[in-house]
Structures are given as C-alpha cells and as structure tokens.
C-alpha cells in the first residue's frame, strides 16, 4: 500500500465506520416497525395536504349526497358509477358524452402557477411540512415519469402534457427554501391503468416499484403519504421490500418519515404513524398519528362547495388545538385550481391559523400530550368516536354551545419546555381555575401573548390564575388564549 493510499483509508475508515453503525433494515415488518420515526415529524404539528392533478380541470363532486362520493379527486371513479351518477350528469351536459378523462390533461394548463407564492402562503400559515399529490389514483404524475407514459401509451406526466413543467420538483425546491419539509402523496395503484388491471403483479414490479423510486430520487421527500393499499395485502405490494430501499438506500434514508397505509392489513398496525381522515383522531394513543381533512367536504378543488361548506377559522384552530393536545398532528388540505391558483378562501383560513399561531405556536410545536389533555365543566363528557374514516368530529360545539346537559371544554394542555401550557377556547374574564395542576417546588404563569407576569396560587391541587381587568379587554379579539405554567406537571 503507498503512503497515499494509506491516508486514504485512514480518512475513509471513520465514514465507513458511521455507515456501518447505522441499522440495516431488513424486507420484514418486524425490521421496518422497529424504526423510529424521525423526531421533526412529532415536533411539527401542523402539515398541508395539497390535492392538485387532472381532477382539479372539472373540480366537480356532489356535496350533499349521501350515496356518492365527495371528493372530486375521485371524478374519474364516478363517472363510472352508473348513468344516474350526478356525476355523470355534470360531465354529459357539461363536456358532452364522448368527452373522455384524457381530454382534461390539456386543460390542466396551471398557466398561473407561482410556487414561490404558495410555499409562502404554507410558511405564513404555521405549517411545518407539506405532502403533495405526487400521483392520486388517476396515475398522472406531477413530475416527468417515463412508468407513466409507458403504462398508459400516452403523455400522462405534467411534463410532457398539460403544464409542461415540472410543478413537484419546483414546489419541492420554493417550499425548501422556506424552510419547510417537503413530501409527497403516492398512490400505489391506479384505477384504470391498463397494467394493473391485466397483472397486478406485473404491475407492483414493472411500473409501481420502480415509479416510486424514481419519485424519491427526483424529490428526496421528507414524507411519504402512501395510499390506495387497500386493494392489496402487503406481501403483494411487497410493501416492506420497498420500504427496506426507502430506509437503507434512498437519498432521504435518514429524515424520511412514512405513514400506514402499505396494505389492506398495516393501517393502525404498520408502516409509520396512524392515519386517519376526517374523524376526530386517535382518542389516546402513544404512537404518533395524523388526523388529515378537507376544508370543506373535499380534498381536491370542488367548484359546487359554497362558502357555508367551509370550516370557520375558528372551527378550524380548535381542531388544531384539540389534536396536538391528544398527540397528533393536523394535515389540514387546499385544493389548488387547475389554472395553479390557491383559492382565496382557502389562503384566508391558513393565514388565519399564522396569526395565531405566530403568537401562540409555543405552545404547540415540539409539545407532548399531557396525561390530562382537556378540563371539563360540570356535565356529561361526550365521548368521540374513534375512526379511521368518516365520523363526526364537533369540537367547536363542545367548546362554545355543548346540548344541554353535556360538558364544555374549558381548556386544553399541552407539555414542553418545562411547563404546561392551557390554552383557553374563550376569554379570561376575572379569574381562571385549572385543576389537577402539579406544581412542584412552585409555578410561575404568564401570558403567551406578550408574556406579562399573572398572579396565581395553588388550591388544593388547582391553580387559580388572576386576570387583571385591562388586560382581560385587551384579549377581546383572540381566539384562544394561552397560559404558560413553568414548572407545572
């Protein structure tokens, strides 16, 4: 060996070593499961969904009907369900009967388009990540695949059709530069590919496995929203096969974060964190979870939703709130307009939420759930329900006007940085009184907002806090208000 070759392995051998120390995940759910979830995620919070691809051309669903689907992603799915489908109907006298799905891919022109301008709009809103549509099942993908074209016999990229842009990688790189966590959404199938509905096998091997590894190289997300699993068991998806690449050889080995949806059996079981969709969440649970919805009744853009079918900013930061104080995050969605423009409404509410958030995120980023996460007023507690799909979640109601009879929530906690923090859902008047406070060798409470000093004294286990008169006016405007407790448990 010469002297150079000598100095080369002397200053290779502590890389080889760190490589070698890192763990090796094996093809197994036993191996995959056994990794830890990389700490950003739980210290995030708060993400955004982003629901934007073909579907967003005829951005159309039937709101209020309890047969059909909501969601106008799903456009091309209902079509086909049956000629008395409202959507159907839509698209007949609409576009004509023999306007096919493809026609849209032209149209989808995002011709208005500014990435920079929606990676701002997601920092002001307080959100901390994004996942974006990569591919829904439609299988047009946001950035140039050649799976894509080739599995379909047609452009069926944004790069080669419609946009004529790469709108994944230019968001990827604009919400990077904010200093964002940039993900993706991927489904695993696709409704009509040809492939998949001739050999799925075939299909999972020479389109599916080797798309999404060209989507990882080419977008390095920090987070993979993985779905449509539930038409395969895992083994068939080879789920933890393509998972051991993802953790072992990827360029996003280390920081990438997944979900659970890689097979009709993992949801709930395994993957990365639990996922639900519009439900109130996980009721207690220590694994991390995300509850994901709509503003409205859609992920994807749906031009028939009035302004009465959103969510109020207000409803919207209590179930920010409600969620962190349980121990899961928020990925709250925005369906972009074909023509690459965020609705205004929805820009309003994300802003909305940066207001407060700007003030109060304390007491939300990088907090824990406490072994009491709500105080109650006298009355019956109601009980959500806890779904992975589809269920009522009226938290707003249980804040501001609960049935008669019923518990109101007084406040919700949360734990970090030494102290809990209560965040109140109405005004301080007088005085406030958290109970069950374990205060240790003594608490010192100020106000999140401005950070002034309070009086407080300890009661037999609880907390009174003192509000002083002008500073209770002064705080008319607020939403919610946060009391900071340092050195309380």
Same mark, same amino acid.
């Given at each position: 060996m010469t002297r150079r070759d000598l100095l080369l392995s002397c200053a290779a051998a502590p890389l080889a070593a760190a490589v070698s120390a890192s763990p090796r995940y094996q093809p197994s759910w036993?191996? =995959?499961?056994?990794?830890?979830?990389?700490?950003?995620?739980?210290d995030s919070k708060f993400g955004i969904f982003i629901h934007w691809g073909v579907y967003s051309v005829p951005a159309y669903a039937p709101v209020y009907s309890k047969t059909e689907m909501k969601y106008a992603e799903w456009y091309w799915h209902s079509l086909n369900n049956g000629p008395e489908s409202s959507t159907r109907k839509f698209h007949e006298r609409v576009y004509g009967p023999?306007?096919?799905?493809?026609?849209?891919?032209?149209?989808?022109?995002?011709?208005?388009?500014?990435?920079?301008?929606?990676?701002?709009? =997601?920092? &002001?809103?307080?959100?901390?990540?994004?996942?974006? %549509?990569?591919?829904?099942? @439609?299988?047009?993908?946001?950035?140039?695949?050649?799976?894509?074209?080739?599995?379909?016999g047609r452009p069926w990229n944004a790069v080669d059709i419609g946009p004529k842009r790469d709108v994944a990688l230019e968001l990827m790189e604009a919400g990077r530069r904010k200093g964002l966590r940039m993900g993706i959404y991927y489904s695993l199938y696709e409704w009509y590919n040809p492939l998949w509905l001739a050999d799925k096998p075939r299909y999972v091997a020479a389109h599916m496995f080797p798309q999404f590894r060209d989507a990882v190289n080419h977008l390095k997300p920090s987070i993979i929203f993985s779905d449509g699993e539930w038409e395969l068991p895992s083994a068939d998806w080879r789920s933890a096969e393509l998972l051991a690449w993802l953790f072992n050889e990827s360029p996003v080995a280390g920081e990438v974060v997944i979900n659970d949806r890689w097979g009709k059996d993992t949801r709930h079981r395994h993957g990365g964190y639990y996922t639900t969709?519009?439900?109130?969440?996980?009721?207690?649970?220590?694994?991390p979870w995300e509850e994901s919805r709509g503003m409205a009744f859609s992920y994807g853009y749906n031009r028939t939703e009035g302004a009465e079918d959103y969510r109020t900013d207000r409803?919207?930061?209590?179930?920010?709130?409600?969620?962190?104080?349980?121990?899961?995050?928020?990925?709250?969605? *925005?369906?972009? &307009?074909?023509?690459? &423009? *965020?609705?205004? *409404?929805?820009e309003e509410r994300l802003l909305q939420l940066g207001e407060w958030l700007r003030v109060n995120g304390e007491a939300i980023y990088g907090t824990r759930a406490r072994n009491v996460t709500r105080q109650w007023s006298e009355g019956t507690v109601p009980v959500l329900e806890e779904k992975e799909y589809m269920s009522e979640y009226p938290i707003t109601a249980l804040v501001d006007t609960p049935p008669t009879g019923s518990a109101r929530v007084e406040a919700f906690f949360t734990l970090g940085n030494g102290a809990v923090y209560a965040i109140?859902?109405?005004?301080?008047?007088?005085?406030?009184?958290?109970?069950? *406070?374990?205060?240790?060798?003594?608490?010192?409470? %100020?106000? !999140?907002?401005?950070?002034?000093?309070? @009086?407080? &004294?300890?009661?037999?286990?609880?907390?009174?806090?003192? =509000?002083?008169?002008? !500073?209770?006016?002064?705080?008319?405007?607020?939403?919610?208000?946060? !009391?900071? !407790?340092?050195?309380?448990?």
């Open positions: 036993d191996s =995959i499961d056994g990794r830890p979830s990389p700490r950003w995620y739980a023999n306007f096919s799905y493809f026609d849209f891919a032209p149209m989808f022109k995002a011709e208005l388009y500014d990435p920079d301008q929606w990676a701002d709009v =997601i920092k &002001r809103s307080g959100a901390k990540y994004v996942a974006l %549509t990569s591919k829904h099942h @439609e299988g047009f993908t946001l950035w140039k695949n050649a799976e894509a074209n080739r599995a379909w969709e519009y439900t109130s969440g996980m009721q207690a649970s220590a694994h409803e919207l930061l209590m179930m920010l709130i409600d969620i962190v104080s349980r121990g899961g995050n928020l990925l709250l969605d *925005i369906g972009p &307009r074909a023509d690459g &423009r *965020i609705p205004p *409404i929805m109140l859902p109405r005004r301080p008047i007088s005085e406030v009184l958290l109970r069950g *406070i374990d205060a240790g060798a003594g608490v010192h409470v %100020t106000l !999140l907002d401005g950070g002034q000093p309070l @009086e407080s &004294r300890m009661e037999n286990g609880n907390l009174r806090v003192s =509000i002083p008169t002008a !500073l209770s006016a002064s705080l008319a405007a607020r939403q919610a208000y946060v !009391l900071k !407790l340092a050195g309380a448990k």
